[in-house]
């Protein structure tokens, strides 16, 4: 508003005119929209002050400049200055005292923002080229929704060059044209227009002298083009609405959809975690199964070699009896055989030493096996609850295709590492019965050895058979002690045999327990298979949703496209028949007018036979 009162007193100025007082006093806010300057007088200088100082306007949407009585240039001025303006929506120029104007002519052409034009009590059907102007500027018009023409002295002339425009025109809804002289032919010609236009809701012709048919006929055509308006808003409202409700459910579909993969990966990554660390503990405890495996099949190996030679010593014991008694027979007869057995008792001695000792090692071995025996229970009993608590966790998983390959892979290396520590049993096997045949052949090495002292001790034992007679009562003594000590051995043979048959049971207990770990294993698979298949299920029925969607908006767009299509068409029908009516009019025109001549002619002949 600053810029506009700057401009129009420095106008003013270059005028030499006094500005009115009301246009200085004009409130200076920024935000004002509309210019009310009705009921003025303003006059053709102060008009074009206006219009100089309204040049490049882009804040005025309404302008009021009624009863101004600015005249043609004054209306000029203003309109010239309203030309760039992308903003104007509202003209009233009533009582401008306008004849004619090419600027406002210019501006109904080139302005695509003014939506409403009132131009009442003015003269522009008083010259043909006033209302011309306007009817050809209306043809290219694009935004104007309502004219006011009324109290404009518009001939039939003036309605025919009209009726023309509005035949192109298809925006103009409401047309004002009241008192004015288009009498019963302008009436007809809008008639023959409103056949071609379907835009047209409202025509106001009060005070033209029009018929009452032919105004019928107008308000039948009006409130068809209503109706079609009506039907044209609804069915664009339907197709805004359609589009919103297809929008709203594509953009509905697509969250459900983002929603259901973010659940899907976020489950996949909680049943991946889940499972590494089920997993993690399942190898624990293949590692401990395991290990378990080797310790008792290394118990059983040592608890094998020590009764075979517990069994052995047992039997060389009983033979080392025998051979006492028919020694103790045989020493009267045969003093070699007296050296035979002292040989035979040197080495049982130190069979006895070696037997103590053996002892004394199989004591500290069954402690270690007892302990190590405790720490496997302890060990088993953490695994079974590891594998309870392993269970309930594997019940609320939904496993993937690649973790459950990946532990079928794992379990498939153990049992080959089974396998191979199988085979290594065998080896082992194998090099204890190695082991045995060198021991024989070193028994065999140490019986030669053992001929060779005896014929050395030959020669020592007939000059110690005396010693050995006052011995022989000691190692009696010996024996019987002896015989005590295998009574002893016997009994701690038995417990161990007992102990064995324990640690049997424990074996057999642990083998049906990983008979059960493999069961809980093979479940499991099935569970994972069955989760898998879930998955496969979901991931089907998001395609299907998909697809669906995918062909209900095929359909709709398949539907709007249709409809697109058909409105093109009867948009093309509309423009063939409205050119179709355009050069019939012309012919009617042209036969019209050839009649009117002849009718002139016939009627100068007939006065100037009269006059004759």
């Known amino acids: 508003m600053k810029k506009f009162k700057a401009s129009y ?14 246009i200085v006093h004009l409130p200076e806010e920024e935000n004002i929209t509309s210019l009310n300057l009705g009921e003025l007088t303003l006059g053709t200088k102060n008009g074009i002050a206006i219009g100089n100082s309204l040049l490049g306007n882009q804040t005025f949407s309404h302008i009021n400049l009624s009863e101004s009585y600015m005249g043609d240039q004054g209306v000029d001025a203003v309109c010239l200055g309203l030309l760039q303006s992308k903003v104007l929506e509202c003209l009233d120029l009533r009582g401008s005292n306008l004849y004619k104007s090419s600027a406002l002519a210019q501006l109904i052409m080139k302005s695509y923002s003014l939506k409403e034009l009132k131009c009442e009590w003015n003269n522009l059907g008083v010259y043909e080229s006033g209302i011309t102007e306007i009817a050809e500027a209306l043809k290219l018009n694009k935004s104007i929704v309502t004219l ?25 809804q409401n047309l004002d044209l009241r008192w004015n002289n288009i009498g019963v032919r302008g009436g007809k010609y809008l008639v023959e227009t409103l056949q071609d236009n379907y835009t047209l809701i409202d025509i106001k012709l009060a005070g033209n002298e029009i018929d009452y048919k032919t105004l019928q006929e107008i308000e039948r055509l009006t409130k068809r083009n209503n109706d079609i308006m009506i039907t044209k808003q609804k069915e664009l409202f339907i197709s805004e609405k359609l589009h919103g409700e297809m929008n709203e459910f594509t953009s509905l579909q697509n969250k459900r959809i983002e929603t259901l993969q973010h659940q899907v990966v976020q489950q996949q990554n909680i049943y991946g975690t889940q499972l590494k660390s089920t997993h993690e503990q399942l190898i624990d405890l293949e590692k401990q199964n395991a290990k378990l495996i080797s310790d008792l099949s290394e118990s059983k190996t040592n608890e094998r070699i020590f009764s075979e030679k517990a069994k052995e010593l ?26 035979e057995r002292n040989d035979e008792f040197l080495a049982l001695k130190e069979i006895c030493e070696e037997l103590q000792k053996e002892k004394v090692r199989n004591e500290s071995t069954i402690k270690k096996l007892n302990e190590q025996l405790t ?40 049992v080959r590492t089974l396998t191979m520590i199988e085979q290594e049993y065998g080896k082992l096997k194998q090099k204890i019965s190695e082991t045995e045949i060198e021991k024989e052949r070193a028994l065999i090495d140490l019986k030669s050895k053992c001929d060779d002292d005896k014929i050395h001790s030959e020669k020592i034992l007939n000059e110690k058979i005396q010693y050995e007679r006052e011995k022989f009562a000691q190692l009696s003594e010996e024996h019987e002690r002896l015989k005590n000590k295998n009574k002893s051995h016997e009994n701690t043979i038995v417990k161990l045999q007992d102990k064995l048959q324990q640690v049997d049971r424990q074996l057999t207990e642990t083998n049906n327990e990983l008979d059960s770990k493999k069961l809980l294993i093979n479940q499991l698979q099935s569970k994972l298979k069955d989760n898998e298949d879930n998955l496969q299920k979901l991931n089907d029925k998001i395609n299907t949703l998909q697809n669906n969607h995918k062909k209900e908006i095929d359909n709709l767009n398949y539907k709007i496209d249709l409809k697109e299509n058909q409105i093109l068409s009867l948009e093309k029908e509309n423009r063939q028949s409205q050119l179709e009516i355009v050069k019939l009019k012309e012919q009617n025109d042209k036969n019209l007018y050839a009649i009117e001549t002849r009718l002139t002619q016939e009627l100068k002949s007939v006065i100037n036979e009269l006059k004759r």
């Open 148 to 172: 006011d023409l009324r109290n404009n002295k518009i001939t039939p002339e003036g309605a025919h060059t009209l009726a023309l425009a509005l035949k192109v025109n298809n925006v103009l």
């Open 9 to 22: 007193l420095q106008q003013c100025k270059e005028l030499c005119i006094e500005p009115i007082a009301m």
């Open 314 to 339: 047992e039997e060389k014991c009983s033979t080392l009896e025998n051979n006492f008694q028919s020694e103790y027979k045989t020493h009267l007869e045969c003093k070699k055989q007296l050296k």
């Open 375 to 414: 720490n496997k229970e302890e060990i088993l009993v953490n695994t079974n609850q590891k594998l309870y608590s392993a269970q309930n966790d594997k019940s609320e998983l939904n496993a993937e295709l690649i973790d459950t390959h990946r532990q079928i892979e794992l379990l498939q290396n153990s």
